[in-house]
């Protein structure tokens, strides 16, 4: 039968769901449901990246996500942080180069699956944030949501949140799994 092909498991493969699989899966029903065709290119625990076609095109998606925010500083406002090997951020280097990416960060709500939002950058967004042209060990990057705020503050190695008391982060919208465009920069 279909189903059993279907369901059975090659040797190689993984036999169970894992909790990864709802975060990645929220993000490509969304692209599925829009009209756009998928498929994985990378999978690793860290990140998966997907070959999307549009009807503008193909783009790379890169993607990371976070369960949950971090603990709160304040109740008004909630932070995901997404963390990158040195190694990791050569082959983004190397792969831009090749294919140009953009980047998506879900930021999860574990008990609260639908209030998960995600963030949307750009290469250049992303390689700003980091500051990926200095070699380092590791990087980070983080996501805040302010409450009642449309936008994502965006900061990280290379951008601080705040510099001279002054706001310093980047601004991005912040998207629901409804208003999703991918940028080509």
């Not at 040195?86 to 953009?102: A, D, F, S, W």
């Not at 639908?114 to 990926?132: F, G, K, P, T, V």
């Not at 996501?143 to 310093?168: A, C, E, M, W, Y």
């Amino acid at each position: 039968m279909i189903l059993d092909e279907f369901v059975k498991p090659s040797p190689k493969q993984r036999t169970s769901l894992q909790h990864v699989d709802f975060y990645y899966g929220a993000l490509l029903s969304f692209m599925i449901n829009k009209g756009n065709q998928p498929s994985l290119l990378r999978d690793n625990e860290n990140r998966r990246m997907y070959n999307v076609q549009t009807d503008e095109g193909h783009y790379h998606l890169y993607v990371k996500y976070a369960t949950s925010p971090i603990k709160p500083i304040r109740e008004a406002k909630k932070q995901w942080s997404f963390t990158y090997s040195g190694e990791e951020v050569n082959e983004i280097i190397k792969q831009h180069k090749v294919q140009p990416l953009t980047f998506a960060f879900v930021c999860g709500f574990h008990s609260k699956l639908n209030e998960s939002h995600l963030a949307i950058l750009s290469y250049n967004q992303l390689a700003d944030c980091l500051d990926i042209n200095y070699p380092r060990k590791s990087y980070y990057l983080k996501t805040v949501l302010i409450k009642n705020s449309p936008l994502l503050r965006v900061h990280g190695t290379g951008r601080n949140d705040f510099q001279d008391n002054k706001d310093n982060a980047l601004k991005v919208p912040k998207a629901d799994f409804s208003v999703v465009e991918f940028i080509n920069n």
